[in-house]
Nanobody, 122 residues
Framework: QVQLVESGGGLVQAGGSLRLSCAAS????????MGWFRQAPGKEREFVGC????????LYADSVKGRFTISRDNAENTLYLQINSLTPEDTAVYYC???????????????WGQGAQVTVSS
């Protein structure tokens, strides 16, 4: 089982950038696709994007396409989410997740981190 710990969240002004990290324990990290989700106050958790096990393929939600970039370093067991041009609507708790990715569809396999709070001020 892969254990996940997110970091890098914080308070940022609109238009700014952040990079979130997700550190994974264990040797299984490189075998799995990984995803990012977010949950805004009063809303359901939503898919942000995902990356294949080798980093060769990514998929993003339409709402973040062009502003968010997912990458991974399998040697360091770490997943990243680069967020640019932040808006107040990006305020949420961001979660990383272990999953499977067909290239078109992502499915979470049930391992979640504790989340990282991102707050964007206008």
């Amino acid at each position: 089982q892969v254990q996940l710990v997110e970091s890098g969240g914080g308070l940022v002004q609109a238009g700014g950038s952040l990079r979130l990290s997700c550190a994974a324990s264990g040797s299984a990290f490189s075998r799995y696709a990984m995803g990012w989700f977010r949950q805004a106050p009063g809303k359901e958790r939503e898919f942000v994007g995902c990356i294949s096990w080798n980093g060769g393929s990514t998929l993003y939600a339409d709402s973040v396409k062009g502003r968010f970039t997912i990458s991974r370093d399998n040697a360091e067991n770490t997943l990243y989410l680069q967020i640019n041009s932040l808006t107040p609507e990006d305020t949420a708790v961001y979660y990383c997740n272990v999953g499977s990715f067909s290239g078109r569809e992502y499915r979470d396999l049930g391992s979640w981190g504790q989340g990282a709070q991102v707050t964007v001020s206008s």
